[in-house]
């Protein structure tokens, strides 16, 4: 084995190791044991990660990674066989409170902005989350735009597993997820029936999916086009908002 081989593998098994002692929480990730299950030397940890919060870095990474990865492959398979998307979306929400109270280490981890700002995996399951709402609002589902709609999933599902972290195992009420979701639909989807002013706004969204697909239009005209419908929509956002007036 070459010596970047070897290296590589070190790397790896002290990955794993430290990864095995985070599932028992952050103070079970100490040098002395994460070197002992890795059968290294103390030394070896800091001179590949240069300190324990380098470590804990890198094993986040790589946990999150694996997940991801998962994820990738499931839209993958959603977008070829036409799953619906929000029971798409549905399935992807309930997996990822399942993960993170699985690994509430690592969530708390990710939990720090910095951190997360700076993680290749935390940015991939951003674009994946922006591809399935996407993929509703290609459809005429979606009454806000993708931004908001992303960002509204984003906030409910922080809220959720920091309040089912906050109970001891037995205390946890496993419905809140579902109903915390349903009620982010209820402010994300056109209502059936919709109103005139969800239609307007689903057929506004629907639009600004797929303009970057109009291949008869240049480049530069598409990102007009988009400029355009984005205020649109914004338009149709004031209109339907109450005067404070009345």
């Known amino acids: 084995m ?24 952050m103070t079970a990730v100490t040098t002395r044991g994460v070197a002992e299950a890795a059968q290294v030397q103390a030394p070896v940890i800091y001179r590949l990660f240069g300190d324990k919060d380098g470590l804990l870095e890198a094993v986040t990474e790589h946990v999150l990674a694996t997940w991801v990865a998962g994820k990738t492959e499931a839209l993958r398979d959603a977008t070829s066989t036409e799953v619906d998307p929000v029971e798409d979306l549905r399935a992807s929400w309930t997996l990822q ?3 993170s109270l699985a690994n509430p280490a690592v969530y708390r981890l990710l939990n720090d902005p910095q951190r997360a ?5 935390v940015q991939a399951g951003q674009r994946i989350l922006e591809a399935r709402v996407h993929r509703i609002a290609a459809r005429g589902w979606l009454r806000t735009d993708e931004r908001r709609a992303v960002d509204l999933i984003q906030a409910a599902g922080v809220g959720t597993v920091q309040t089912l972290l906050s109970r001891r195992v037995d205390e ?37 999916a797929l303009a970057p697909r109009l291949r008869g239009l240049t480049a530069k005209e598409r990102e007009l086009l988009v400029e355009w419908v984005d205020r649109a929509g914004s338009e149709l956002s004031s209109l339907s908002s109450p005067d404070p007036g009345e």
Request: without cysteine; charged residues 35%.
């Open 2 to 25: 070459t010596e970047g081989r070897a290296r590589s593998a070190t790397r790896d098994r002290i990955i794993e190791a430290a990864a095995a002692l985070l599932r028992d929480g």
């Open 97 to 99: 409170i399942e993960f």
């Open 117 to 121: 700002a700076r993680s290749p995996s």
């Open 172 to 208: 946890r009420d496993r419905a809140l997820a579902d109903a915390m979701f349903d009620a982010v639909l209820r402010q994300i989807l056109v209502d059936a029936p919709p109103s005139s002013g969800d239609e307007a706004r689903a057929a506004v969204e629907t639009f600004r």
